[in-house]
């Protein structure tokens, strides 16, 4: 096969409008314009609104092109382009090839009667969705989300393009992916599927070669290299079209292993079509052994819900993910990767592709299989009512689904197929169940506990597929109850309720939950001129999505803390605030793994700057929650079940080998006089919950003591400590904190800046910083307790040296917040 690129530049036009502009392919519309400086920044300010006519408007792109000779002399030649978004009509040399409704799917035409050597030309306009979607809506109106453009649900585009509770209302237009000539004389490979067999400890890989023009004396050959560089080799004779299988035998195989759990072993594997031992098509895979299962069994409160990889149950540690720019072309694979290899860092063992995104694209999988994530896949259905009784609309879907799942089967890091997000719950729970919209209901029913479940597993019958998240299984029944199935749980962020609430929660799998936050300080510059520094001004309101999301989040944080003396004080206090309530849900259900088999908080990332329940900002930037979280998901996590008067202390295991250590505790004053002490020895089991001390200390408790009192906990093993943790029996703005008065020490070895740190009195939530530089350090937002000695690290920015380290290196603490 020849293949010629049609990337590169191209130019585009306003539709009904004469001037040509230079366009990048791929790419979209929206940077283009901001490239040529048309447009404002639509991330800054309130200037979202004001570049709203974008995608209002028809647009159109076009380029000429001489055919490569080795490209026109082939017998076929085809157009394909992998991605345009959306609604497009494509036209070569005159003649108009067809039109296209659907982001997610690729599209190929034969154009090879239409091409010459030279100056041919193609043309690719696309309509406004925006306006499509008013004039669909106006039609029939289908329920949405209310921070959405209207009618999103008719077309096949990421809803969240539309406008979310964290989202701008940006809808790309363009070529998104990658657009090419394929020539090819006699036959290609238009499909592989790749399977594997365990038994005995040995693995077969089977593949089944579908092939474009087949013929008799077509061969196919499978090769497949070890991660050591072995290498496997057979090859077999293509008996029909819809080819026949041939499988390899791995013996001793390397596994692959989630992150934390063992080696991402991965093997490289070739496909090759051979006529007359001449290869004439090839495609190539990264391909990790294992097995993976979704096991559900009746136990004692319902029905488990625990994923099981290469016979090992484990508890799932994740985030959800979203799309990680509203234009995702301009996404880079550092960008990418750095997400990606944060969340790793994490623990993170899951990532929930969220279904208001998309298919994301194979950087992303390749990332997820190299970094031991797990990828719980949602169909792109989300949070609306969709025409699932057209005709034409679910023919649309099928060729998607299709397309899609034949991609991704074979990733080591697919762990399930979900049908939707929240539109099981939509019917069950919200406003939809009314009598004018049952054949509505009937075609969500039919569609997502039928029609899909059938085309997923026709085309990949080794995952599982589940009909929506939240769901029990058992249609419109109970789908975001704790009996069985995964739970959304959104009481304290909606609800307004205590984080304490998380701890009256028991799902079998909590597969979302979230508390918002500022984006940190140098993000907020980004967007927001100091004089609108205010958590109510204009433009910090039109960088919150969420119509309440302000006040929600100043009202719980004024239940934790003392109002805060300044903007940038509330910034800092909205980062530990969310961090401390996702700590405290995850801490609980870590404590009950028997019962609650993963956790997968909202949100890992962010797609803009904004304020939201994200982890990662849209920079990559690691919020509060984001450090809590390396300590929440450590593989051995130390915690404290806090009641009014008595802590227990508690160790949650997903190591794969027992541990032993020491556990010590002390009842303390803020300035550290021990009041009461003890240590315990400890072993823990893998995979294991090991409830080693539980304390009443009501003796020492009255309203002034509860104030000076912490309790602390620390697990030892020898001479490391690895983890500690801190409780209080008062609420931290009741807390009698003093002047910490923090003392740092800086030093640099081998390009590593490392930090000692120690207090006088008890420092609540320490943040360290340097300023000028984005860094990851080793911990922050700790509690360092006094007396005590804690060091942190971080790499040391480029072409800095010790002496700039210092002079830019900033920590602070709760106190630090109201006190002048």
């Known amino acids: 096969m020849k293949i010629q690129s049609l990337t590169g530049t191209w130019l585009f036009r306003q539709s009904e409008t004469t001037e040509w502009l230079e366009a990048n392919v791929p790419g979209g ?61 494509i036209t070569v040399n005159g003649k108009l090839l067809g039109t296209t409704a659907n982001m997610f799917r690729q599209y190929r035409w034969d154009v090879k009667p239409l091409l010459k050597a ?48 964290w989202g701008p209302q940006l809808p790309p237009i363009g070529i998104w992916k990658d657009i090419r000539l394929e020539a090819f004389d006699t036959a290609r490979i238009s499909e592989v599927h790749l399977r594997q067999f365990h038994v005995d400890g040995n693995v077969s890989v089977e593949t089944r070669v579908e092939v474009e023009n087949w013929s008799e004396g077509l061969f196919v050959q499978l090769q497949i290299t070890s991660p050591d560089g072995e290498v496997h080799s057979a090859k077999a004779e293509l008996k029909s079209r819809e080819g026949n299988p041939l499988s390899m035998k791995i013996e001793a195989p390397q596994l692959w292993w989630p992150n934390g759990l063992g080696d991402q072993s991965l093997y490289h594997v070739q496909v090759k079509l051979l006529e007359s031992d001449s290869a004439i098509d090839e495609k190539e895979y990264q391909l990790g052994l294992r097995t993976i299962e979704l096991r559900q069994e009746p136990d004692e409160w319902g029905r488990s819900f625990t994923f099981v990889i290469n016979g090992q149950p484990f508890f799932a540690k994740g985030s959800d993910w979203i799309p990680a720019d509203s234009f995702p072309t301009r996404l880079t694979e550092t960008s990418l990767e750095g997400l990606i290899r944060s969340a790793a860092e994490t623990h993170q063992n899951m990532l929930r592709v969220w279904g208001g995104g998309f298919y994301e694209d194979e950087r992303f ?128 962020w909606h609800g307004r309720k205590p984080f304490t609430a998380y701890r009256n929660q028991y799902p079998r799998f909590m597969s979302e939950f979230g508390f918002q936050a500022l984006p940190p300080l140098e993000t907020i510059r980004t967007y927001a001129p100091e004089s609108e520094w205010n958590m109510t001004s204009y433009i910090m309101e039109q960088h919150q999505k969420n119509a309440s999301g302000n006040s929600l989040m100043v009202g719980q944080m004024l239940d934790t803390f003392r109002l805060p003396k300044d903007f940038e004080s509330l910034v800092y206090l909205s980062l530990v605030l969310q961090a401390e309530g996702i700590r405290y849900g995850v801490e609980h259900w870590r404590r009950h793994t028997d019962r609650v088999a993963g956790t997968l ?75 009461a002490s003890g240590e315990k020895a400890v072993q823990v089991k893998p995979f294991s919950v090991t409830a080693v001390e539980s304390r009443d200390f009501s003796e020492f408790l009255n309203d002034d003591t509860r104030r000076d009192l912490a309790f602390i906990a620390e697990l030892w093993q020898g001479e490391n400590c690895h983890a500690r943790q801190t409780a209080f029996f008062t609420p931290t703005k009741h807390l009698m904190l003093k002047n910490p008065q923090i003392k740092s020490r800086l030093s640099v070895k081998d390009g590593m800046l490392s930090i000692e740190l120690s207090a006088d009195s008890l420092a609540r939530l320490v943040e360290c910083s340097l300023a000028g530089a984005d860094v990851v350090f080793s911990d922050n937002y700790f509690d360092l307790p006094a007396q005590k000695q804690v060091t942190v690290s971080a790499p040391l920015p480029t072409g800095w040296d010790l002496a700039k380290a210092q002079a830019a290196f900033n920590v602070r603490s709760v106190y630090d917040t109201y006190a002048s």
């Open 601 to 675: 908080y909202w949100q890992l990332n962010d797609c803009w700057p904004v304020a939201s329940w994200s982890s990662l900002d849209y920079f990559g930037r690691w919020k509060a929650l984001h450090y809590a979280a390396r300590r929440f998901y450590a593989p051995l996590m130390l915690s404290i079940e806090d009641e009014p008067t008595r802590h227990s202390v508690y160790i949650s295991s997903d190591l794969r080998e027992p541990w032993e250590g020491l556990v010590r505790w002390a009842l303390v004053t803020l300035d550290g006089k021990v009041v």
């Open 365 to 492: 999988y390749d990332l997820c299989d190299r970094y031991g994530i797990l990828v719980w896949q949602d169909f792109i259905f989300s949070c609306s009512i969709y025409p699932l009784d057209d005709p034409e609309f679910l023919e649309n879907v099928r060729v998607e689904v299709i397309e899609n799942v034949r991609r991704l089967r074979h990733r080591a890091s697919l762990a399930l197929w979900c049908g939707n997000n929240e539109m099981e719950q939509g019917w069950a729970e919200w406003t939809w169940d009314r009598p004018e919209l049952q054949d509505l209901k009937a075609a969500y029913d039919h569609f997502f506990h039928h029609t899909l479940a059938e085309w997923s597993v026709a085309e990949d019958p080794d995952h599982f597929y589940w009909p929506s998240s939240p769901s029990s299984d058992t249609p419109f029944e109970n789908p975001n109850g704790q009996i069985q199935g995964d739970a959304h749980y959104w009481d304290v």
């Open 29 to 89: 519309v929206h940077t283009d314009l901001l490239a040529l400086g048309k447009i404002p920044d639509p991330f800054v300010g309130d200037n979202e609104r004001r570049v709203a006519w974008v995608a209002e408007s028809a647009w159109e792109y076009r380029r000429t092109f001489d055919v490569q000779p080795e490209v026109l002399q082939r017998k076929h030649i085809w157009l394909v382009c992998d991605g345009l978004d959306t609604l497009a009509s």
């Open 118 to 165: 030279d100056g041919n030309e193609i043309q690719i306009r696309f309509e406004s969705v925006v306006k499509y979607a008013a004039q669909k809506q106006s039609a029939r109106a289908l329920a949405g989300v209310s921070q959405a453009i209207s009618g999103g649900p008719y077309v096949r585009k990421a809803p969240c393009h539309f406008g979310w509770d």
